[in-house]
């Protein structure tokens, strides 16, 4: 296992652990009518930067501050290293508590953070953690903290950078590759990199032999199928093994009891524990079984709304690209793609904020049920906008065409704003045919022209538009400069690249893994789904997810924040999702085989000879061999044992045989848990003291920055400063 020293974690950033961005507000507003509302506003803005930097203080972190913008300032935070190794030693003995770690923290002994994740973790645990663990509390946005921001840490350029280089040159990632980004960026984007990296191994067997059955054996092979089938559920059986494994060797298996609480978790009552005497919130299960059932008629819903929609364009599409033979038909094949690309986003949007609220009211206690209670409601939606289109060319154009087509009459309406009364007579469907290539086209869509336009979405799109939007913001201060004067507080000359970068940082959103799980997931959905159309399917999401792998962490890095380090010890429901897909893809295969393998016409040539019962005993057969191959493989992986299993086993045998050992003559294990509080009593003078001095005296780069405001009550007199020159020149302004 590799694992970087603490001490040359924050390099480049002036050892800033996290930054504040605090708003103060007031230039924007309009004074009110009966004058002072700035000052009310410069009054509570400044109280509440009072208590803001000395919350911080009181929990041992050294601050500094710095002006943002016209109505934000910047509070940075550092943890010396006492306090850090508190924060530490607390969540380690917390993860022993738990069962995470099998050998118990030492007391004094007990070593600092040994990955900057872990670091960030635990000063980020010290920051928003309840009082009476031991934290400050802080919730950005929100009561008293609403003047906050955000809270984040910085990224680290150099190492990102090198970093890139680097895996721009090489096929694979390597085990050590995946440990570093876990050590940097923490467990959970951790794991979404090992599946990405997992799942592009993995498609080199299909691509291969996709391409092979392309070349000799055509499209809707039997054998490609089967071949699809089996390798779908080897790869997420494959992938369950491989969650087991990194689970053990970041140790975080079982992390997820270490859920942190949902801040709008609103209990019914609260009841007392009758062995701890302690008062819990509650909230029957009762009642949150009631609201979830109403995620029935949620799915109805949203698959009547979507797939009306979708039914809507593909049937007009149909009309005009196949029945219609007017004038303007170039231009017209282009409506029901406008309406789509409309229409879609709009209902999408509104079944998201349902689906939001639906879980709000469900009223989970800790966040991580929230969110996976959230990803399962919006499953729906993500299967009918990817997949239902295809479902539709496949399963009702090609079978029902000859009887569908004649009522599609009814869309000549959407023609006729465009064309002329006699033009539109001439529209006949009598030489109407099935175009036998158009679900080829259609899953060649998805395969490569979604994914490239999908990556330039993701990645090209936002970064050109990030570069912009900082050139607008150069300019636009600089006009307020102008107009209203410029600030009293200038950039030191050696702090001035450090403060541009934060800045910058400052707004980027923040980074949440699930979207691009579900981009992946999603992907794996077509190949188990409907690559038995286009064999190529795999070939196209090798060279895909090369690419993904790389502009995802590009993404990570320069499009959005640096993402506060969590823990997890799976992908959550994306594996059951992963599952799920093979197994549906065990169906639409058998069935597409069945119904196209004569190139697109029927078993006999005809589309209308395939025969319902014959259809659904090939469903079924597939399906059952589906279930029996899954057993056989999941028995088969889990006789495999990996180096990590077989290094815990060895772990336990060990620590069994040396505490059963030494039980008799030796009670300074149980002693020993009496020192869960650190090492000694600190307070905040003699920390702010300590780390002055310390950096004084190794006078390193950062120094001059951390020496510049000597406490936190410098630091508040400064942040005063810029909230009142600011506001002072606005205010002068208007008068
Ligand atoms: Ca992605």
Not at 93 to 105: H, S
Not at 510 to 520: C, F, I, P, S
């Amino acid at each position: 296992m590799t694992t970087s020293p603490s001490a040359d974690e924050p390099q480049g950033n002036y050892d800033v652990d996290y930054v504040v961005r605090y708003t103060f507000g007031g230039t924007g507003k309009q004074p009110s009518p009966l004058g002072g509302g700035e000052f009310r506003d410069r009054d509570e803005a400044t109280e509440q930067l009072n208590n803001l930097l000395q919350t911080l203080a009181d929990i041992g972190f050294l601050t500094e501050v710095r002006p943002s913008d016209r109505t934000t300032l910047l509070v940075f935070i550092r943890a010396p290293e006492k306090s850090l190794l508190r924060a530490t030693h607390t969540s380690r003995v917390r993860d022993w508590l738990y069962g995470l770690r099998n050998t118990q923290p030492g007391g004094e002994s007990s070593p600092g953070p040994q990955s900057g994740a872990e670091r960030l973790r635990a000063i980020h645990y010290m920051l928003t953690a309840p009082v009476e663990d031991g934290g400050a509390n802080i919730t950005p946005k929100y009561g008293q903290w609403k003047n906050v921001d955000s809270i984040f840490p910085l990224h680290d350029d150099k190492t990102n950078q090198a970093w890139m280089r680097d895996w721009s040159k090489k096929t694979f990632l390597t085990k050590e590759d995946l440990d570093q980004i876990r050590d940097k960026f923490g467990e959970k984007i951790g794991f979404y990199f090992a599946f990405l990296q997992s799942y592009f191994r993995f498609l080199f067997f299909p691509a291969l032999f996709g391409f092979s059955s392309w070349v000799m054996l055509g499209y809707y092979s039997p054998i490609y199928a089967i071949v699809n089938c089996v390798w779908c559920v080897v790869f997420v059986e494959y992938w369950k093994r491989q969650e087991v494994d990194l689970g053990i060797r970041w140790q975080v298996r079982g992390v997820s009891v270490l859920s942190s609480k949902n801040r709008h978790f609103k209990p019914e009552r609260e009841v007392q524990d009758k062995t701890t005497g302690e008062l819990r919130p509650i909230f029957p299960w009762t009642k949150r079984l009631q609201i979830q059932l109403l995620q029935i008629p949620f799915a109805l819903v949203a698959v009547i709304a979507l797939g009306a929609v979708i039914a809507t364009c593909f049937a007009i599409e149909i009309f005009i690209s196949e029945v219609y033979n007017g004038p303007l038909k170039t231009y017209l094949v282009f409506i029901p793609t406008i309406l789509l690309s409309s229409l879609l986003p709009i209902s999408s949007t509104i079944l998201t904020k349902v689906a939001t609220k639906l879980t709000e009211l469900e009223n989970y206690e800790t966040k991580e049920e929230h969110d996976v209670a959230f990803i399962q409601k919006m499953l729906v939606v993500n299967f009918i906008t990817s997949y239902l289109a295809i479902f539709l060319t496949a399963f009702v154009y090609v079978p029902f065409a000859n009887i569908i087509v004649p009522y599609l009459d009814v869309f000549r309406v959407t023609v006729r704003p465009f064309v002329s009364q006699e033009d539109e007579k001439t529209i006949n469907h009598s030489d109407f045919k099935i175009d036998p290539h158009r679900l080829r086209k259609q899953v060649i869509y998805f395969a490569v022209t979604a994914q490239i336009v999908n990556t330039c979405m993701e990645t090209v799109v936002p970064f050109i538009m990030r570069k912009l939007a900082i050139k607008y913001k150069e300019y636009s201060e600089e006009k307020a400069n102008n107009e209203k004067g410029s600030p009293a507080y200038d950039d030191h000359p050696d702090e001035a690249d450090l403060l541009k970068k934060v800045r910058n940082e400052a707004d980027l959103p923040e980074y949440d893994v699930t979207d691009d799980l579900r981009e992946m997931v999603i992907q794996f959905g077509y190949l188990s789904l409907f690559s038995t159309v286009w064999p190529l399917v795999p070939v196209s999401f090798l060279f895909n997810n090369w690419l993904e792998l790389r502009s995802d962490f590009f993404k990570i890095c320069k499009e959005f924040k640096r993402p506060v380090p969590e823990r997890a010890d799976t992908i959550g429901p994306w594996l059951d999702t992963l599952g799920l897909l093979a197994w549906i893809g065990s169906i639409t295969s058998s069935a597409l085989v069945y119904m196209f393998s004569n190139e697109g016409l029927g078993r006999h040539g005809n589309a209308g000879e395939i025969t319902g019962w014959v259809l659904m005993v090939t469903i079924f057969f597939a399906e059952h061999i589906y279930l029996a191959v899954r057993y056989v493989v999941e028995k088969t992986m889990s006789k495999i044992e990996t180096p990590s299993i077989r290094q815990e086993r060895a772990q336990k045998l060990l620590l069994r045989k040396n505490i059963l050992g030494t039980m008799a003559d030796d009670h300074s294990t149980i002693a020993s848990v009496g020192n869960v509080d650190g090492p000694d009593e600190i307070d905040r003078a003699s920390l702010e003291e300590d780390a002055r001095t310390r950096t004084l005296q190794e006078a390193r780069p950062s120094d001059r920055f951390w020496g510049r405001q000597k406490n936190w009550k410098e630091s508040l007199q400064i942040g005063t400063k810029i909230i009142e020159s600011y506001q002072a020149t606005g205010v002068k302004k208007q008068q």
